[in-house]
């Protein structure tokens, strides 16, 4: 008999679902499957609801937004094959959001291995490049020791998605094995021994600039970030799609570093003498397709803190480097603060900067049916404090990004992986994680035709998300390409819609059709009134593709 410590006999479902109990799962995601019906059946008396999506997509995307708002990993369940590969989609954006997720698979039985067998795929090679660690469970007796060191990969160092394969067989053979317990994570802590040198660097800066973002950040670390940043008369700038990591009414917010950067962050980056860059890794948007910095030595001096050792000199070489937390490098920042140095032109570059930021929020009227700057406008007034906003892929997403001011309680999912689909899913993870929270989703008519089937999800689930439509019948981003690069040879990027207001009245939610600016405020109260969410379809022209340049200037 192992001398691991005995418990009643239950199934390897059980064992797999109890586990998940024991770390405190409340909720997951997923589409059904023969493959896992032992975990669905041991999901039926445990307290962890399963919230039903009707694609795989969708279910991943939901999970890993999940991950990125709560911070513990979302859990999603899918069938193998094609649900696995229809599921790799939310793999892939977890894991360059920095989201903590883990993936269940139901797979075939390990007696049929290597026969082809329906729907065999490998999962190890199939997620081993978009993942953090892919396995599979062959022996029910060790789904104690893999979910414990699944849980710990996916919220240790950089976040992100872990894969587990569960052969149906081991999920129905009996084994009297405890459940794990719950999981103690550590925070890579700070080197005092830089920190002195780090800060006197930044000191004697005249033009410092601290980036900032990434997984990990808890309330604690975003706030001792504020306070470093407005006691040392620093700017900063967010990293693609994190500008919640600050308050960005703080006077020490510049805007963000991604796609469409304005030209004033450009200039920051480039200018600046010192960067401090918090838990970033310096990917593509953030760096102007690493031409704002020379690889892999820049002219600026560089101070890179990570969570993870392998981001530090992945691209560039840090002239100082910590390897540690967000939160903890956050704090130690906060606790030791600046020493004197170059205050009066760090304060003229500060308010320079802040006041371009202020200025770029403020997008020109648009000549369209539905002026989005007003749109924003009246969005910025009227959104609660603890607004959950989400949105997909696509030209309409700049509008969230670049033109609302996130507050201290208010929350951005956006996919850094550039995901189409990915918005109203997560903002499905969000109603069903916070209830009490109102949740607006951005989506573009094509962005919202790759997951409109999770309207059913969200009725049934009882959500109340509310979902902005900007129908300019095009996939506008492509579009936008298209006629920069080839300009009058339009193909594939028109689309014919249905009526959007009508698939959403059709699943049981509201919709109302906004044609004009004027109409939008009180469509929005309507909306933001009724008992299940829905649609508010706004007409926008092609044209306006863009808050600051139109379609036929390019």
């Known amino acids: 008999m192992s001398s691991r410590l005995q418990t009643e006999t239950r199934s390897g479902g059980q064992l797999l679902v109890s586990c998940l109990e024991s770390l405190g799962v409340s909720h997951s995601f997923g589409v059904p499957g023969e493959s896992y019906l032992a975990v669905l059946d041991a999901l039926h008396d445990a307290d962890i609801n399963f919230t039903l999506c ?42 360059q959001d920095s989201s903590p997720m883990i993936l269940f698979i139901g797979q075939i039985g390990t007696d049929q291995r290597d026969r082809e067998a329906f729907q065999e795929v490998d999962y190890r090679a199939f997620f081993g490049p978009i993942a953090k660690w892919a396995t599979e469970i062959d022996d029910a007796e ?17 976040p ?11 999920l129905t053979k009996m084994t009297n094995v405890a459940p794990c317990r719950a999981v103690q994570i550590a925070e890579a802590g700070v080197s005092h ?9 930044l000191a004697g800066a005249a033009r410092p600039l601290v980036m900032a973002g990434g ?34 009414h703080s006077p020490a917010y510049i805007g ?40 892999p030595n820049p002219s600026q001096k560089i ?39 170059n205050d009066l032109e760090r304060s003229g570059w500060l308010a320079s900067l802040r006041t371009e930021y202020e200025a770029s929020l403020r997008a020109p009227a648009q000549n369209s049916p539905v002026d989005m700057a007003a749109v924003m ?11 959950i906003i989400t949105h997909g892929a696509g030209n309409f997403a700049l509008w969230p990004d670049k033109c609302f001011a996130f507050g201290r309680g208010q929350r951005l999912l956006g996919p850094q992986s550039g995901a189409m689909g990915y918005g109203f899913p997560a903002a499905l993870a969000a109603c069903v994680a916070y209830p009490e929270r109102m949740v607006v989703c951005f989506a573009g008519d094509g962005d919202i035709q790759m997951g409109i089937a999770e309207l059913g999800s969200a009725v049934q689930e009882g959500a109340k998300p509310l979902i902005l439509v900007l129908n300019n019948g095009s996939y506008g981003t492509i579009r936008m390409h298209q006629e920069r690069d080839y300009p009058g040879r339009v193909l594939g990027t028109t689309l014919v819609n249905p009526d959007f207001t009508a698939v959403a009245e059709a699943y049981g939610m509201m919709g109302i059709k906004v044609a004009r600016t004027e109409e939008f405020a009180a469509a929005f109260k309507t909306l933001s009134d009724a008992p299940h969410g829905g649609i508010l379809e706004l007409d926008i022209s092609l044209e306006a593709i863009t808050p600051t340049k139109k379609l036929s200037e390019l």
Not at 149 to 157: D, F
Not at 224 to 231: C, I, P, T, V, W
Not at 377 to 386: E, K
Request: with cysteine; net charge negative.
């Open 193 to 201: 021994h830089h920190l002195a040198e780090a800060l006197s660097l």
């Open 303 to 341: 101070i890179h803190s990570h969570a993870s050792d392998a981001e530090i000199g992945k691209v560039y070489q840090p002239d100082i480097a910590f390897h540690a937390g967000p939160n903890e490098m956050a704090a130690a920042l906060s606790a030791t603060g600046l020493p004197n140095g």
């Open 215 to 248: 997984g990990g950040w808890n309330e604690a670390g975003k706030e001792n970030l504020r306070q470093f940043a407005e006691a040392s008369g620093l700017p900063v700038a967010a990293i693609f799609r994190y500008q919640d990591v600050m308050d960005n």
């Open 377 to 387: 406008r009246h969005l910025q007034d009227v959104l609660p404090d603890d607004v």
């Open 54 to 95: 009707r694609q795989e997509g969708a279910a991943s995307f939901a999970s890993a937004a999940w991950g990125k708002l709560t911070g513990a990993p979302g859990i999603c369940f899918v069938t193998r094959g094609p649900g696995a590969t229809n599921a790799s989609i939310g793999v892939h954006s977890a894991m």
């Open 160 to 170: 992100g998605p872990v894969v587990i394969a569960l052969p149906e067989n081991m």
């Open 142 to 158: 060790r789904i104690p020791e893999v979910i414990s060191r699944a849980w710990h990969i996916a919220l240790s160092g950089r």
């Open 256 to 295: 963000d570093a991604g796609v469409g950067m304005a030209a004033h962050i450009r200039k920051a980056i480039k200018q600046a003498d010192v960067i401090l860059c918090l838990n970033g890794r310096f990917g593509e948007a953030a760096t102007g397709a690493w031409e704002l910095l020379s690889v």
